[in-house]
């Protein structure tokens, strides 16, 4: 790996507080969103080209990332999908890149997945369901990318979706009237 991880670091922080001071004098939370997920999107296309991965891989921006909606302290949902299990080596760069997100100072939320693992799971939660409905390919390989999103969307039952958020939200709100007691 060539890129020096202290210079990425103290970069995040210079784009975070000049992200900050924008937003402090011309109150745009659109923009602030915005430029917030270009700066993330940049800096992770580097850190990803930097460890020199197969091209059959991807990284993908999940969750409100990937709607490309990053709030200042939100973390930093990814997804590292993968064509089959990965090898002993790029397992070994998976967790040295998991790493290194984390040493520049984002916080990230990640998973490394397949194709099958991320269906499966995605039947199991409908937090993870929603999560991966709105992925977006960060870099990689577009063709494992395209094929994920047309299985996910080729699975989903919009109507039992709908249920699922449904029921999801009736316990939320039901557990924080609780909490108020």
């Not at 990332?65 to 939100?74: D, I, N, T, V």
């Not at 939320?172 to 909490?179: D, I």
Request: charged share 30%.
């Amino acid at each position: 790996m060539s890129l020096d991880i202290a210079a990425l670091r103290t970069e995040v922080r210079a784009r975070q507080a000049a992200l900050q001071a924008s937003y402090e004098s011309d109150n745009d939370a659109e923009a602030l969103l915005r430029q917030r997920c270009a700066d993330v999107d940049e800096i992770l296309r580097r850190l990803w080209d930097s460890f020199a991965f197969p091209g059959s891989i991807a990284l993908a921006a999940v969750g409100g990332y990937g709607r490309g909606e990053l709030y200042p302290a939100s973390d930093i949902d990814l997804l590292i999908l993968l064509p089959q299990a990965p090898s002993a080596s790029t397992a070994e760069k998976l967790e040295r890149l998991v790493g290194s997100f984390w040493d520049i100072g984002l916080e990230i939320g990640h998973s490394v997945r397949t194709i099958p693992e991320c269906l499966n799971e995605a039947a199991r939660d409908i937090t993870v369901q929603t999560a991966l409905l709105e992925a977006r390919l960060l870099t990689g390989n577009d063709k494992l990318f395209t094929t994920f999103r047309k299985r996910l969307f080729g699975n989903l039952d919009p109507l039992g979706f709908f249920e699922a958020k449904r029921r999801s939200e009736e316990r939320r709100v039901g557990k924080e009237c609780r909490s108020r007691w």
